[in-house]
Protein backbone atom coordinates (compact mmCIF):
# COMPACT_ATOMS: atom_id res chain seq x y z
CA UNK A 1 0.00 0.00 0.00
CA UNK A 2 1.09 3.93 -0.44
CA UNK A 3 1.86 5.23 2.19
CA UNK A 4 3.84 7.69 3.05
CA UNK A 5 4.56 10.68 5.86
CA UNK A 6 5.37 14.56 4.80
CA UNK A 7 6.16 15.43 8.48
CA UNK A 8 9.99 15.84 7.43
CA UNK A 9 10.60 16.05 4.20
CA UNK A 10 14.67 15.93 3.41
CA UNK A 11 16.33 16.72 0.37
CA UNK A 12 19.53 16.19 -0.58
CA UNK A 13 22.05 18.22 -2.40
CA UNK A 14 25.33 17.34 -3.16
CA UNK A 15 27.07 20.48 -2.06
CA UNK A 16 25.32 21.15 0.48
CA UNK A 17 25.68 17.74 2.43
CA UNK A 18 29.22 17.13 0.74
CA UNK A 19 30.69 17.82 4.56
CA UNK A 20 28.61 14.83 6.06
CA UNK A 21 27.71 13.03 2.84
CA UNK A 22 24.99 12.55 1.12
CA UNK A 23 23.89 8.99 2.71
CA UNK A 24 25.25 9.71 5.73
CA UNK A 25 22.97 12.80 6.38
CA UNK A 26 20.17 11.06 5.17
CA UNK A 27 20.60 8.23 7.77
CA UNK A 28 21.46 10.68 10.49
CA UNK A 29 17.96 12.75 9.75
CA UNK A 30 15.88 9.50 10.02
CA UNK A 31 17.24 8.57 13.08
CA UNK A 32 16.68 12.30 13.94
CA UNK A 33 12.86 11.73 13.34
CA UNK A 34 12.89 12.47 8.93
CA UNK A 35 9.99 10.96 7.36
CA UNK A 36 10.79 10.93 3.81
CA UNK A 37 14.51 11.65 2.39
CA UNK A 38 14.23 13.14 -1.93
CA UNK A 39 17.73 12.53 -3.90
CA UNK A 40 18.04 15.76 -5.73
CA UNK A 41 21.47 15.40 -7.69
CA UNK A 42 21.78 17.46 -10.74
CA UNK A 43 25.43 17.52 -10.86
CA UNK A 44 25.49 14.01 -12.83
CA UNK A 45 23.28 11.78 -14.99
CA UNK A 46 21.40 8.58 -14.46
CA UNK A 47 24.02 7.02 -14.16
CA UNK A 48 25.28 8.91 -11.03
CA UNK A 49 21.85 9.22 -9.45
CA UNK A 50 21.08 5.51 -9.65
CA UNK A 51 24.83 4.62 -7.41
CA UNK A 52 23.86 7.03 -4.74
CA UNK A 53 19.98 5.90 -4.77
CA UNK A 54 21.36 2.49 -4.43
CA UNK A 55 23.38 3.32 -1.44
CA UNK A 56 20.95 5.65 0.07
CA UNK A 57 18.03 2.45 -0.66
CA UNK A 58 20.39 0.65 1.51
CA UNK A 59 21.02 3.01 3.94
CA UNK A 60 17.35 3.34 4.57
CA UNK A 61 16.74 -0.11 4.39
CA UNK A 62 14.37 -1.16 7.45
CA UNK A 63 13.53 2.32 8.57
CA UNK A 64 10.12 3.56 7.84
CA UNK A 65 11.10 6.61 5.38
CA UNK A 66 10.38 6.73 1.84
CA UNK A 67 12.96 7.52 -0.87
CA UNK A 68 12.22 9.69 -3.62
CA UNK A 69 13.90 10.55 -6.32
CA UNK A 70 13.89 13.54 -8.16
CA UNK A 71 13.28 14.56 -11.92
CA UNK A 72 14.64 11.20 -13.08
CA UNK A 73 11.93 8.66 -13.95
CA UNK A 74 14.85 5.87 -15.14
CA UNK A 75 16.71 6.22 -12.61
CA UNK A 76 13.64 6.25 -9.59
CA UNK A 77 12.54 2.74 -11.17
CA UNK A 78 15.78 1.86 -11.69
CA UNK A 79 16.86 1.85 -8.16
CA UNK A 80 13.66 0.27 -6.62
CA UNK A 81 12.79 4.08 -5.27
CA UNK A 82 9.16 4.49 -3.51
CA UNK A 83 8.94 7.57 -5.74
CA UNK A 84 9.90 10.25 -7.89
CA UNK A 85 9.26 14.42 -7.56
CA UNK A 86 9.05 16.34 -10.96
CA UNK A 87 8.62 20.04 -11.60
CA UNK A 88 6.32 21.77 -13.39
CA UNK A 89 8.95 21.88 -16.26
CA UNK A 90 9.36 18.47 -15.96
CA UNK A 91 7.04 17.24 -18.21
CA UNK A 92 3.36 15.84 -17.39
CA UNK A 93 2.11 14.33 -14.37
CA UNK A 94 0.54 12.05 -16.61
CA UNK A 95 3.25 10.81 -18.43
CA UNK A 96 5.03 10.03 -15.24
CA UNK A 97 2.67 8.04 -13.69
CA UNK A 98 2.29 6.00 -16.91
CA UNK A 99 6.06 5.03 -16.68
CA UNK A 100 5.90 4.79 -12.70
CA UNK A 101 2.98 2.72 -12.60
CA UNK A 102 0.33 3.46 -9.62
CA UNK A 103 2.42 2.17 -6.80
CA UNK A 104 4.68 4.24 -6.88
CA UNK A 105 4.52 7.88 -5.09
CA UNK A 106 4.54 10.71 -7.27
CA UNK A 107 5.23 14.19 -5.88
CA UNK A 108 4.70 17.63 -7.91
CA UNK A 109 5.88 21.05 -7.47
CA UNK A 110 3.38 23.65 -7.23
CA UNK A 111 3.72 27.69 -7.38
CA UNK A 112 0.14 28.87 -7.78
CA UNK A 113 -3.51 27.94 -6.26
CA UNK A 114 -4.56 27.37 -10.13
CA UNK A 115 -1.93 24.37 -10.44
CA UNK A 116 -3.16 23.40 -6.92
CA UNK A 117 -6.56 22.71 -8.16
CA UNK A 118 -5.24 21.31 -11.80
CA UNK A 119 -3.71 18.35 -9.55
CA UNK A 120 -5.26 14.78 -10.64
CA UNK A 121 -5.47 13.20 -7.40
CA UNK A 122 -5.49 10.38 -9.51
CA UNK A 123 -2.31 10.80 -11.10
CA UNK A 124 -0.59 13.03 -8.00
CA UNK A 125 -0.06 11.86 -4.65
CA UNK A 126 1.08 15.09 -2.88
CA UNK A 127 2.47 18.49 -3.91
CA UNK A 128 5.53 20.51 -2.81
CA UNK A 129 4.37 24.33 -2.36
CA UNK A 130 6.61 26.88 -2.54
CA UNK A 131 9.32 28.76 -1.85
CA UNK A 132 7.66 30.05 1.59
CA UNK A 133 10.82 32.09 1.42
CA UNK A 134 13.33 33.22 -0.98
CA UNK A 135 16.46 30.53 -0.97
CA UNK A 136 19.85 30.34 -1.45
CA UNK A 137 19.68 26.68 -2.30
CA UNK A 138 17.39 27.26 -5.44
CA UNK A 139 19.03 29.63 -7.36
CA UNK A 140 16.17 31.49 -9.53
CA UNK A 141 13.19 30.33 -8.17
CA UNK A 142 9.58 30.94 -8.34
CA UNK A 143 8.75 34.86 -6.07
CA UNK A 144 8.29 34.01 -2.38
CA UNK A 145 4.96 32.74 -1.86
CA UNK A 146 4.83 33.61 2.24
CA UNK A 147 2.47 31.42 4.60
CA UNK A 148 -0.13 33.24 2.81
CA UNK A 149 0.38 31.90 -0.62
CA UNK A 150 1.08 28.58 1.17
CA UNK A 151 -2.64 28.33 2.80
CA UNK A 152 -3.62 29.37 -0.63
CA UNK A 153 -2.14 26.28 -2.50
CA UNK A 154 -3.18 24.32 0.18
CA UNK A 155 -7.27 25.01 0.11
CA UNK A 156 -6.87 24.45 -3.62
CA UNK A 157 -5.46 21.21 -3.47
CA UNK A 158 -6.96 18.01 -3.48
CA UNK A 159 -3.86 16.06 -2.33
CA UNK A 160 -1.70 16.70 1.01
CA UNK A 161 0.82 19.22 0.39
CA UNK A 162 4.55 19.72 1.71
CA UNK A 163 5.84 23.29 2.51
CA UNK A 164 9.46 24.40 1.04
CA UNK A 165 11.83 27.19 0.72
CA UNK A 166 14.02 28.99 4.05
CA UNK A 167 12.49 26.93 5.92
CA UNK A 168 13.90 26.23 9.54
CA UNK A 169 12.98 25.16 13.08
CA UNK A 170 11.10 27.86 14.09
CA UNK A 171 8.64 28.09 11.16
CA UNK A 172 7.44 25.21 12.15
CA UNK A 173 3.87 26.27 13.89
CA UNK A 174 3.06 28.67 10.84
CA UNK A 175 3.82 25.99 8.00
CA UNK A 176 1.43 23.71 10.29
CA UNK A 177 -1.59 26.59 10.73
CA UNK A 178 -1.43 27.01 6.97
CA UNK A 179 -2.50 23.53 6.31
CA UNK A 180 0.76 21.59 5.16
CA UNK A 181 1.21 18.16 6.28
CA UNK A 182 4.84 18.75 6.99
CA UNK A 183 7.95 20.44 5.81
CA UNK A 184 10.57 20.21 3.11
CA UNK A 185 14.26 21.44 3.91
CA UNK A 186 17.80 21.30 2.45
CA UNK A 187 19.89 23.85 4.20
CA UNK A 188 18.24 23.37 7.61
CA UNK A 189 19.72 19.18 7.82
CA UNK A 190 22.37 19.23 5.03
CA UNK A 191 23.97 22.60 6.30
CA UNK A 192 24.17 21.51 9.54
CA UNK A 193 27.41 19.43 11.33
CA UNK A 194 24.74 17.46 13.43
CA UNK A 195 21.96 16.59 10.72
CA UNK A 196 20.50 13.87 13.33
CA UNK A 197 20.16 16.82 16.20
CA UNK A 198 18.73 19.10 12.85
CA UNK A 199 16.22 16.58 12.12
CA UNK A 200 15.24 15.73 15.70
CA UNK A 201 14.90 20.00 16.71
CA UNK A 202 12.51 19.83 13.60
CA UNK A 203 10.42 16.92 14.53
CA UNK A 204 10.28 17.21 18.02
CA UNK A 205 8.65 21.16 16.98
CA UNK A 206 6.43 19.40 14.56
CA UNK A 207 5.00 16.74 16.97
CA UNK A 208 4.95 19.77 19.54
CA UNK A 209 2.62 21.56 17.08
CA UNK A 210 0.58 19.34 16.29
CA UNK A 211 -0.76 18.66 20.29
CA UNK A 212 -1.43 22.20 20.21
CA UNK A 213 -3.62 22.32 17.04
N1 LIG B 1 12.41 23.99 -4.38
C1 LIG B 1 11.87 25.15 -3.98
S1 LIG B 1 12.85 25.92 -2.83
C2 LIG B 1 13.98 24.65 -2.86
C3 LIG B 1 13.58 23.69 -3.76
C4 LIG B 1 14.31 22.45 -4.07
C5 LIG B 1 15.22 24.63 -2.05
C6 LIG B 1 14.95 24.68 -0.58
O1 LIG B 1 16.18 24.67 0.12
P1 LIG B 1 16.34 25.28 1.57
O2 LIG B 1 17.82 25.20 1.84
O3 LIG B 1 15.57 24.39 2.51
O4 LIG B 1 15.84 26.67 1.55
MG1 LIG C 1 12.66 19.38 -11.53
Same mark, same amino acid.
Given at each position: ?12 DP? $? ?21 ? $????? @? ?7 ? @??? &? ?11 IV ?37 ? &? ?40 ? &? ?15 ? &? ?46
Amino acid at each position: MKTFDLSLYLVLDPG $LCAGTGMIETARAAVAGGATMVQ $LRDKT @GGTDRLVET @GRD &LMDALAGTPARVIVNDDVTAAITIGAHGLHIGQGDGAADEARARIGPAMILG &LSVERPDLAAGVDPAVVDYIGAGPVFATPTKPGHHAPIGFDG &LAGIVRASPVPAVAIGG &LKAPHVGDVLAAGADGLAVVSAICGESDPRSAAHAIAVRIAASRRSI
